[in-house]
């Protein structure tokens, strides 16, 4: 009989010997952190004390859990095990305080989006791209019309999140998307890691963009609205500029899949990689099981 549990510090060597049956799986190099988080985290299906499986639930927002990180067995495989699972992932998370759950899967994975959409009733919510840039040139004159949100864009940027208030932006795990707030926005200001087109204080902004610069020379680049688009160009010439003076070669990206094809239309440029799935979501209010 199947049981879960919430995998502990001491259930790390066992985790990292299930998961060499999974080539290069970005999780064995995860673990130390999932088992650490306080709230959520990696969870294990049990058989007779063996691990068949792995699952992840993440809290991105205290109100949202993602899901993510389900690994079956091959020998388990086809046998009912990751619905099962995952069903117990949606329950988890409506335990755990979360009102909505999403997961993020491959166009292609047919058996996971049979599971969420037919079994459980979750609904496509967006689509999404992960990708590479390189190659980028920065201008040699920074542009004009785009550049760093000062203090004085607060409520142009206020009135630009009430027209896009259902977006969904990416954080700091370019493939956990959750919903924006403007307290994201706040934070990432801070961080002087929003741009806006245009910088003149009176003019509706025409495009947003919220980046961070992260290690190995590497920009990530989780949010980017166009609004009209007249000034979407100068922005990412803004952004080039911000790469070129960090000594940046890679812009990595995780946007919903309209945005993501404005944003690589715009560069011009072909990603050396890229990932396209849908997000799932299901509004775990409505769940009375």
Do not use: C
Not at 130 to 143: K, M, W, Y
């Amino acid at each position: 009989m199947l049981r879960y549990v919430r995998a502990s510090v001491e259930d790390q060597e066992k985790i990292r010997d299930f998961l060499r049956q999974f080539i290069d799986d970005y999780l064995t190099d995860q673990i130390e952190q999932l088992v650490a988080q306080r709230v959520g985290g990696l969870y294990l299906a049990l058989e007779d004390e063996q691990i068949i499986g792995t699952a992840v639930i993440a809290l991105p927002k205290r109100h949202e859990a993602y899901l993510s990180g389900m690994r079956i067995a091959p020998s388990r495989q086809g046998q009912g095990v990751a619905e099962a699972f995952t069903k117990f992932q949606v329950a988890e998370a409506g335990r755990l305080g979360a009102g909505i759950a999403r997961a993020l899967v491959h166009q292609d994975n047919q058996t996971s989006l049979h599971i969420l959409q037919e079994s459980l009733g979750f609904h496509v919510a967006d689509g999404w791209m992960v990708g590479t840039l390189s190659g980028f040139e920065a201008p040699d004159v920074p542009p004009l019309g785009a550049g760093p949100a000062w203090a004085v864009d607060k409520e142009r940027i206020l009135s630009f999140w009430y027209r896009f208030a259902d977006d969904l932006w990416a954080g700091q795990n370019l493939w956990a998307p959750h919903s924006l707030t403007m307290e994201d926005i706040w934070q990432r200001f801070e961080n002087s890691g929003v741009a806006v087109a245009p910088q003149t204080e009176n003019l509706e902004i025409d495009t947003l963009a919220m980046y961070r610069v992260g290690k190995k020379k590497t920009m990530y680049i989780n949010y980017f609205r166009v609004a009209e688009g007249r000034l979407a160009p100068d922005l990412l010439a803004y952004l080039w500029v911000e790469a070129r003076a960090w000594g940046l070669e890679h812009v990595h990206y995780g946007l919903p899949q309209k945005q993501a094809e404005k944003f690589l239309s715009i560069s011009g440029l072909t990603p050396a990689d890229t990932w396209t799935g849908l997000v799932l979501e299901k509004d775990l209010s409505m769940t009375h099981e």
